[in-house]
C-alpha cells in the first residue's frame, strides 16, 4: 500500500519480489503443494500467508540458501539482494 523508499527491506519483500519477476518472464504459475516446499524451515508458521506461494517457488528453483529458518523478517544485505537478484538474472537469461 506505500512504497516507503526509505525502509529497509525484509527478506521476504525481497522473495516476493524476485518470484513475481520470475513468474511473468518465466510464465510460471501458482505452486499447488507450495507448504510442503516450506516444510524444512523450522519457523514456516511465521511466513506471512500472503508470500508462501512466492517464498515455496523461489525455493524450489533453488534460489534460496539452505537455512534452517526463512527469517521472513530479517532485513537483508546488500550481498543477499545480489546473490538472490543474481540467481534471477541467471534462470531468466541465462538458461
Excluded at 525481497?14 to 524451515?41: F, Q
Amino acid at each position: 500500500t506505500m512504497f516507503s523508499p526509505f525502509e529497509d527491506t525484509t527478506r521476504v519483500q525481497l522473495v516476493c519480489v524476485t518470484a513475481r519477476v520470475l513468474r511473468n518472464e518465466m510464465r510460471l504459475t501458482a505452486m499447488a503443494d507450495a507448504s510442503a516446499e516450506l516444510s524444512s524451515y523450522m519457523d514456516k508458521a511465521f511466513i506471512p500467508q500472503w508470500s508462501v506461494n512466492d517464498v515455496a517457488m523461489v525455493k524450489r528453483l533453488g534460489l534460496l540458501d539452505t537455512r534452517i529458518k526463512f527469517g521472513a523478517d530479517t532485513i537483508v544485505t546488500r550481498s543477499e539482494a545480489a546473490e538472490l537478484l543474481r540467481g534471477m538474472y541467471d534462470k531468466i537469461w541465462l538458461k
